[in-house]
């Protein structure tokens, strides 16, 4: 079936023919008639954001919810260049988006016309892959190939520059019967020898770990569901990165909780400990790995992943498998179940032991207070008062994403959003306001810090316009925590313009958009506050005023190996364990 | 150095591999791949791309370059990553390849100075293009080697101007890619 339209319209159809839902955009003069094509039509709902970065981090937010592909609609030149920050977090994150860009007409393309950007260029390194459409032809099957390139592989966003003279010249739109693209075919089944040699290692292992990332997440619920069973049948530990939280439940006692910088004692010294490392779609990045010499250095490595430029990139591994997790975790249950091994009983025994020793340590322990919240204790109390209900969680950057992670337990994937690669402050809100408009009817919580929120803070418009009761959960400790944490370990406690100064009600802020703002600080009511949150079904603000001094921990400090972390109980002498050289790192 | 990221690698001995890409010849994939090198700090000795299959819109680009064999390993990896990359072959790996570059020198002088000339291009079996009474233009077809050899003896036969195409390779035997 083919039909002879305007390039606007072809962008529309083929967004209604992907099944797109939802668009997140911002209009200008470069994306008129596509404004203009949205108009005649009800299927593709647009969703007006206050500024284009939020669009992208709401199409993130969206796309991770959901398993499907986030769509961004924004005008040239500063529309575009607004959301490279959120394009480079989808592909620090591998999260698959589609952003449509206006530009100016071809004939101008280089004269520097108005509201023009070179945005293939400023785009080609922070995209999957990107177009710049020159010709009316070529414009349906890109428009269909983008969301075949975002969505297989390792995703990631990609960029489609249509110029405004394409947008109105007319020319025959069709559906291609499947919207491959005609050389791009990433492998998703891994190489079946290498599955059984990695059984066979795995038969034999003594201390063996998993250690899972987003990439299990990414594949598809199915992914964590052959991840649940593998892990089961095997009795191993697991621990995951930041983005994989959630692909297995956090309550389940094979479960270390999350490796890396803050991750947990038990989690990073089982990694530094271990003879077997099963890595199933992560990717040893250097917030995982601390020092690289010290790393794991005693044990031999599986790296499963479907992008092979990330195998043996960071970490040297014995056995790498290029393909999709589901696909591989499918094939090594199978191999597992038919070869059903002998494990060493004894010395699995004698490993768990050992990681209940280290689980005994208690690494997450703060000190408890009658007069201040605690961050923590905010977490924990948010997480206990929702933990029954459809929650999904969106996060800012900083302390207060990490003890998000380490106090929200994850029971099932695509429930925790959070900027991982990139680590964006500004993310939570928009991504919220994405999660929402996917998850009508569940409870979407923004755990924020007070710096981070102001980021992207306009967006709370777009949820009121769109009565999304999203919830953005404040953990209000006047500093850049996180900065300041690092000035107090690095720098002497000189704090360095990382104090929030002049900061906003935010009671009278959410009231001011329309919303409903709550502030608590006494540990004894915060549970009523929180539960008022819950029950209003409206946009809320809750400024939850915490200790202003805390520090995350535990905590792997520059220049250390995972046996080297920091506990809660040694905070006080923490500037002095770490060298002069480690000082110059992040 | 000790450091929460990794340390700087050892030395570790550098090999240079020439690599041949095939690519769907659209706008930017050249900025692409050029992009991939200059952000990820590999190193381009060589450089070379052209249309080669002009029906499949394929191009083919010979890609001179060192690094350590991770390095190396790397560089293809990130490569066959790119989408409108078909394949990646390491000419080096498999065997030494055959390889050619084609050089424009253009000479001035005049007496003594210019029967030297004459006579090295002779020597080299380089072509004269073009002739005045005080120049030539000759083009030399040869291995890197031997065209940084016939440069520097004409340096001192005057010299003014070299243009050179980029090394173009091809595997030996019979096997195609
Ligand atoms: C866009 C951006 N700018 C700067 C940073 C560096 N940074 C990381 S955490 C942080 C402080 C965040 O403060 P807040 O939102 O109050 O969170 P807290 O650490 O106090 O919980 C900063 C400035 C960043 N991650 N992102
Ligand atoms: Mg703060």
Excluded at chain 2, 51 to 67: D, N, Y
Aim: aromatic share 6%.
């Amino acid at each position: 079936m083919s039909e002879t339209m305007t390039g606007a319209e072809m962008v529309v159809r083929a967004l209604q023919d992907q099944g797109v839902e939802h668009i997140f955009g911002y209009p200008g003069g470069a994306v008129l008639p596509i404004y203009d094509a949205l108009f005649h039509q009800e299927r593709v709902k647009h969703i007006l954001v206050r500024h284009e970065q939020g669009a992208v981090h709401a199409a993130e937010g969206y796309a991770r919810s959901s398993g499907k592909v986030g769509v961004v609609l924004v005008t040239s030149g500063p529309g575009a260049t607004n959301a490279v920050t959120g394009l480079t977090d989808a592909l620090m994150d591998s999260i698959p988006l589609v952003c449509l860009t206006g530009q100016v007409p071809t004939h101008l393309i280089g004269s520097d016309a108005f509201q023009e950007a070179d945005t293939v260029g400023i785009t080609r390194h922070c995209t999957k892959h990107n177009y710049l459409v020159k010709r009316i032809e070529d414009l349906p099957r890109i428009l269909h190939e983008a969301f075949y390139v975002a969505a297989n592989g390792r995703p990631g966003p990609v960029v489609i520059d249509i110029p405004k003279d394409i947008q109105f010249a007319s020319g025959t739109y069709v559906r291609p019967s499947n919207n491959r693209h005609k050389t791009y075919r990433p492998q998703v089944q891994g190489d079946a020898e290498k599955i059984r040699a990695a059984i066979a290692l795995m038969a034999q292992a003594k201390r063996p770990v998993f250690y899972t990332g987003g990439g299990v997440i990414n594949s598809g619920p199915q992914a964590s569901a052959l991840l649940r069973e593998l892990v089961r049948l095997t009795g191993f530990p697991i621990t995951s990165t930041l983005m994989g939280l959630g692909a297995f439940p956090a309550s389940d006692r094979q479960f270390l909780g999350m490796l890396g910088m803050h991750g947990t004692y038990e989690a990073n010294l089982a990694m530094h400990g271990c003879d077997l490392m099963i890595n199933v779609g992560a990717r040893f990045d250097d917030r995982i790995t601390g020092r690289l010499d010290a790393f794991s250095p005693g044990s031999r490595k599986i790296h499963i992943d479907i992008d092979a430029s990330s195998i043996n990139k960071n970490v040297k591994v014995d056995i790498g498998i290029v393909g999709d997790c589901a696909h591989v975790l499918e094939d090594m249950v199978r191999v597992w179940r038919s070869a059903s091994p002998q494990v060493d009983k004894a010395a699995l025994k004698e490993w768990w032991e050992k990681i209940d020793g280290w689980r005994g340590r208690n690494c997450l322990a703060y000190r408890q207070s009658k007069d201040t919240i605690k961050p923590q204790y905010a977490v924990e109390r948010l997480y206990e008062l929702t933990k029954d209900r459809d929650v999904y969680v969106t996060t800012e950057v900083g302390q207060h994403q990490m003890w998000a992670a380490q106090f929200f337990k994850f029971e099932e994937p695509n429930r925790w959003m959070t900027s991982g690669g990139l680590g964006t402050m500004g993310y939570g809100l928009p991504a919220a306001v994405g999660v929402q408009l996917a998850h009508p009817k569940a409870l979407v919580v923004d755990i924020a810090g007070e710096a981070s929120i102001l980021m992207n803070m306009q967006e709370m418009s777009t949820a009121l316009q769109y009565r999304l009761p999203i919830k953005v959960f404040i953990l209000n400790n006047e500093y850049m925590g996180m900065v300041r944490q690092w000035q107090e370990l690095l720098h002497g406690g000189r704090y360095s313009e990382s104090y929030s100064a002049a900061l906003p009600d935010f009671v009278k802020l959410a009231e001011a958009y329309g919303g409903v703002g709550i502030r608590c600080d006494d540990p004894a009511k915060l549970d009523d506050a929180i539960r008022e949150m819950i029950d209003t079904p409206r946009p809320v603000i809750f400024d939850c005023i915490v200790d202003k001094t805390e520090n995350c921990f535990p905590m792997i400090p520059s220049g250390k190996a995972h046996n080297e972390m920091l506990l809660n109980d040694v905070a006080g002498d923490i500037g002095s364990v770490i060298d002069e050289k480690g000082k110059m790192l992040v | 150095m000790k450091s929460h990221y990794s340390d700087a690698p050892a030395a570790e001995p550098l090999a240079r591999h020439t690599l041949a890409v095939i690519v769907d010849n659209e706008p930017g994939v050249l900025a692409r791949i050029a992009g991939l090198f200059s952000g990820r700090g590999y190193n381009i000795e060589s450089l070379t791309v052209s249309e080669t299959e002009h029906e499949k819109h394929l191009s083919r680009i010979t890609i001179v370059t060192t690094g350590t064999a991770h390095v190396i390993e790397q560089i293809k990896a990130q490569l066959g990553r790119l989408v409108p990359v078909h394949s990646v072959n390491d000419l080096t790996v498999q065997g030494e390849a055959v390889e050619r570059e084609l050089a424009l020198l253009k000479v001035v002088g005049k007496g003594e100075q210019r029967v030297e000339a004459m006579r090295l291009a002779q020597a080299f079996g380089a072509r004269t293009l073009d002739a005045t009474l005080t120049s030539f233009v000759f083009e030399l077809t040869g291995g890197s080697d031997e065209i940084e050899r016939f440069i520097k003896m004409m340096t001192a036969c005057g010299l003014v101007e070299v243009s050179r195409t980029g090394i173009a390779a091809m595997s030996r035997g019979a096997e195609g890619m």
